[in-house]
């Protein structure tokens, strides 16, 4: 199979989507520092080039953060041109490979929280190259964590309120607010 990779365009400028017409891994992960992705040896491999400052995979592609002193017109066919290549040796994303679980657990709330994050959130944010995970539900407040090009998104918090906060309002009683914590 011939791999080939494509670029898009994130709403966050500090981010680009590298996208390849295979299926990288089920779930996601999010490599926020060079120390977190020791363990990974595409994420490391990554974090070796000076100007990347955090990678994020889900199913077919990697969003790959760069620091603020790089231009993408300067850096974008190298890294095309690393991750045709890192696919193409199957390097490892993680260490085990494991998907991540769509088990849902919590209360009836929680659980209907987390199956609307699932199905209509997830989609719309990965095609960003970001993701959301959802972490608890309190007194009327639903906290999320994004990741990816979504962290650090200057529109991301127009999306959390205008987008996933009316959503999970509207769907689900009880529901007062959403807010992000930060990785």
Same mark, same amino acid.
């Given at each position: ?68 002193? $790089?231009?993408?017109?300067?850096? %974008?066919?190298? #890294? +095309?041109?690393? =991750?045709? @290549?890192?696919? *193409? ?69 127009? $999306?959390?309120?205008?987008?996933? %906060?009316?959503? #999970? +309002?509207?769907? =689900?009683? @009880?529901?007062? *607010? ?6």
């Amino acid at each position: 199979m011939t791999i080939n990779v494509y670029t898009e365009s994130t709403p966050n400028p500090a981010t680009m989507k590298f996208l390849v017409n295979k299926l990288l891994i089920n779930g996601s992960v999010d490599y926020p520092t060079r120390e977190s992705a020791e363990r990974s040896p595409f994420a490391s491999e990554l974090f070796k080039f000076s100007f990347v400052n955090g990678v994020f995979f889900a199913s077919n592609f990697v969003t790959i953060t760069k620091t603020d002193d $790089t231009d993408w017109n300067d850096v %974008e066919e190298i #890294l +095309k041109a690393f =991750v045709k @290549g890192a696919v *193409e040796s199957e390097l490892a994303i993680k260490p085990d490979e494991q998907a991540e679980a769509t088990q849902f657990e919590g209360d009836e709330t929680e659980v209907k929280i987390q199956q609307i994050l699932h199905d209509y959130v997830r989609p719309a944010v990965e095609q960003d190259g970001g993701a959301i995970h959802y972490k608890s539900f309190d007194n009327g407040v639903v906290t999320v964590e994004l990741r990816g090009s979504c962290s650090g998104c200057p529109s991301s918090t127009i $999306t959390l309120k205008a987008g996933i %906060e009316s959503l #999970l +309002k509207r769907m =689900v009683p @009880g529901v007062t *607010e959403v807010i992000s914590e930060a990785m």
